[in-house]
């Protein structure tokens, strides 16, 4: 199996680029780059300036497969048109697009993932998070903040402190609050259910036209919680 470590001049951030391989990223205790690939690594597709950027091209026309360890908190962006991503470890801001592949992201700083009919998971993004995809399901399950959408897939976002934003056309949303937080929940015939953290008293503005929204919780102003859907069922519940 083929293997390169690089120095490292400075903080890194990784560009990485392939069309149909899968790459993976762990950020681990250490100050160097590490690759693998099941396809000779190739020294013209890597290039490394010295403040730390390295933009690396996967080898066998943009189809081998990358294994990369990079030193925690590092920066990535990563782009496959159909190969799967997965990054594991502490990583720092992250910006991920895919057509079809596959994200996982087990924790990250900051996230901005985005595929076509790919499904993303992601496991803890302390900071912003960000999931777009037109067909597959989305879900993030700790997060400082979020933003998320998709035309006919799920969103699910189980734990969120900051404030949430999610639109989908006909696909289910389902989210949980952490703190006081306002919410902004869109659907046309996707179900909303918002689940309330015990104590704290929001502000609803719920609207469906082929139901009535349920709300039981204490009604206050600590957040505000925004939801519509066209036919949708609107649930807001606490935890």
Same mark, same amino acid.
């Given at each position: 199996?083929?293997?390169?470590?690089?120095?490292?001049?400075?903080?890194?951030?990784?560009?990485?680029?392939?069309?149909?391989?899968?790459?993976? &990223?762990?950020?681990?205790? $250490?100050?160097?780059?590490? &690759?693998?690939? %099941?396809?000779?690594?190739?020294?013209?597709?890597?290039?490394?300036?010295?403040?730390?950027?390295?933009?690396?091209?996967?080898?066998?026309?943009?189809?081998?497969?990358?294994?990369?360890?990079?030193?925690?908190?590092?920066?990535?962006?990563?782009?496959?048109?159909?190969?799967?991503?997965?990054?594991?470890?502490?990583?720092?801001?992250?910006?991920?697009?895919?057509? #079809?592949?596959?994200?996982?992201?087990?924790?990250?700083?900051?996230? %901005?993932?985005?595929?076509? !009919?790919?499904?993303?998971?992601?496991?803890?993004?302390?900071?912003?998070?960000?999931? #777009?995809?037109?067909?597959?399901?989305? #879900?993030?399950?700790?997060?400082?903040?979020?933003?998320? !959408?998709?035309?006919?897939?799920?969103?699910?976002? %189980?734990?969120?402190?900051?404030?949430?934003?999610?639109? #989908?056309?006909?696909?289910?949303?389902?989210?949980?609050?952490?703190?006081?937080?306002?919410?902004?929940?869109?659907?046309?015939?996707?179900?909303?259910?918002?689940?309330?953290?015990?104590?704290? $008293?929001?502000?609803?503005?719920?609207?469906?036209?082929?139901?009535?929204?349920?709300?039981?919780?204490?009604?206050?102003?600590?957040?505000?919680?925004?939801?519509?859907?066209?036919?949708?069922? &609107?649930?807001?519940?606490?935890?």
């Amino acid at each position: 199996m083929p293997e390169l470590t690089l120095a490292i001049p400075g903080s890194l951030e990784l560009h990485v680029g392939t069309r149909s391989g899968r790459v993976s &990223i762990t950020g681990e205790d $250490r100050q160097d780059l590490h &690759i693998e690939s %099941d396809a000779p690594i190739r020294e013209d597709k890597i290039r490394v300036d010295a403040t730390g950027r390295v933009s690396l091209k996967s080898s066998r026309g943009g189809s081998g497969w990358l294994k990369l360890r990079v030193p925690a908190g590092a920066d990535l962006k990563v782009g496959t048109v159909s190969g799967n991503v997965e990054l594991y470890g502490p990583l720092g801001r992250a910006r991920v697009t895919t057509v #079809s592949g596959k994200i996982d992201v087990e924790r990250a700083e900051a996230l %901005d993932a985005r595929s076509i !009919s790919g499904t993303i998971t992601v496991g803890e993004c302390s900071g912003r998070c960000r999931l #777009s995809s037109k067909s597959g399901n989305v #879900s993030c399950n700790t997060a400082g903040q979020a933003q998320a !959408s998709t035309i006919s897939g799920r969103i699910q976002l %189980d734990e969120v402190s900051g404030k949430i934003v999610a639109n #989908s056309a006909s696909g289910r949303i389902e989210v949980g609050l952490l703190a006081a937080c306002d919410v902004a929940v869109r659907t046309m015939s996707g179900a909303v259910r918002v689940q309330v953290p015990k104590g704290v $008293r929001p502000h609803p503005h719920l609207r469906s036209l082929s139901s009535k929204p349920r709300f039981s919780c204490e009604r206050g102003d600590d957040c505000t919680i925004n939801a519509r859907s066209l036919s949708g069922k &609107i649930e807001v519940l606490p935890a």
